[in-house]
């Protein structure tokens, strides 16, 4: 079965600084897509990015960049030039299934704050 | 926001009692699934809805139960209602078919059981 591991509960960042949130997983199917979701309190999950295991390229989307090390089985999330509306949780998943069936496995989540 | 809505937003319930919860995908998207979220924990996968079938189920007892109508909506049903069953209720829609792999949340419906 797949898993993933966060292994910070909690983390703290001033405005305007870069962060990273940890996240390392284990699978043995070859094909596997990794994703982060914000969560704010109003509960929403909301994509943020998806890196594919074949993909060759750390996938970046705007201020968020994924540190994806295939042989250390990681893929944490930086987040660049922290803003107070970062605030919230944040997921790792991975995609565990093939074809029509696929499910997203989620960590245990990590809470940012962000002070002013 | 994703298009993807849920209803009710929030729901008390009694120990005992049956709950439906709705879910409406966002347009174009063929596939739904269910997601419950206690407190303190990431979203656990409950089950999918591909085409109005079941195509997936996680670890959950059978009185958790879905329905998908023709236009892709979703219902789950939860009967027999227990305390460990208050959570936040997310589904999500998404399209089952070529490279798709994104799966759009909705704002979610946290339930309470007392």
């Known amino acids: 079965a797949q898993k993933i591991t966060q292994t910070q509960p909690g983390m703290f960042v001033q405005e305007k600084e870069a962060v990273t949130l940890d996240c390392t997983y284990d699978?043995?199917?070859?094909?596997?897509?990794l994703f982060w979701y914000k969560q704010p309190s109003s509960g929403e999950m909301i994509f943020l990015i998806y890196?594919?295991?074949?993909?060759?390229q750390n996938a970046t989307e705007g201020r968020y960049s994924l540190n994806f090390q295939k042989a250390r089985k990681s893929a944490n999330l930086v987040i660049s030039a922290s803003q107070l509306g970062d605030s919230a949780m944040y997921f790792c998943a991975m995609r565990e299934g093939r074809g029509g069936f696929q499910k997203l496995v989620f960590g245990t989540g990590t809470r940012l704050l962000v002070s002013p | 926001e994703t298009g993807v809505t849920q209803s009710p937003t929030h729901l008390i319930k009694t120990r005992g009692q049956q709950v439906t919860l709705r879910c409406s995908s966002q347009s174009g998207h063929n596939t739904v699934s269910w997601y419950q979220q206690a407190l303190g924990q990431g979203p656990q996968f409950i089950f999918q809805y591909y085409r109005e079938e079941e195509n997936g189920r996680g670890n959950f007892p059978p009185r958790f139960s879905g329905l998908q109508f023709p236009n892709y909506s979703s219902e789950l049903n939860v009967n027999a209602l227990e305390l460990d069953d208050s959570a936040l209720y997310l589904c999500?829609?998404?399209?089952?078919?070529?490279?798709?792999?994104?799966?759009?949340f909705g704002p979610g419906t946290r339930l309470t059981v007392t």
């Open positions: 699978t043995s199917d070859p094909s596997y897509g």
């Open positions: 890196q594919g295991s074949y993909d060759q």
């Open positions: 999500a829609s998404s399209l089952a078919e070529g490279n798709s792999y994104e799966q759009y």
